[in-house]
Nanobody
Framework: QVQLVESGGGLVQAGGSLRLSCAVSGRSFGTYAMGWFRQGPGKEREFVSAIRWSGGWTRHADSVKGRFTISRDHAKNTVYLQMNSLKPEDTAVYYC?????????????????WGQGTQVTVSS
């Protein structure tokens, strides 16, 4: 079992920055891929970024490339999502997720464990 706890959400003006954190605990997550997804009001859950815990390979959705960066800290067992140049359309609940098969898939169905989510609101 893996537990995920997100933090770092909040209200920010357009053009601003936020850093989300996902604290990971449990067994055997060192071989997993970690993902960030988001879900805006009335929208489906959308892939944002993913990283392999081992090796650090990353991928980002086209909508956030060049603005968001995913990273992980082995010592702190934490995954981060640095979000810069935020836009009102980035407003959503952001979720951290873990994929046992480490596929780095953009499909939320591939992920086995989820955090509770953290709200990000970008004002214009």
């Amino acid at each position: 079992q893996v537990q995920l706890v997100e933090s770092g959400g909040g209200l920010v003006q357009a053009g601003g920055s936020l850093r989300l954190s996902c604290a990971v605990s449990g067994r055997s997550f060192g071989t997993y891929a970690m993902g960030w997804f988001r879900q805006g009001p009335g929208k489906e859950r959308e892939f944002v970024s993913a990283i392999r815990w081992s090796g650090g390979w990353t991928r980002h959705a086209d909508s956030v490339k060049g603005r968001f960066t995913i990273s992980r800290d082995h010592a702190k067992n934490t995954v981060y999502l640095q979000m810069n140049s935020l836009k009102p359309e980035d407003t959503a609940v952001y979720y951290c997720a873990a994929d046992k098969e480490s596929t780095m898939s953009s499909s939320y169905r591939q992920y086995d464990y989820w955090g509770q989510g953290t709200q990000v609101t970008v004002s214009s």
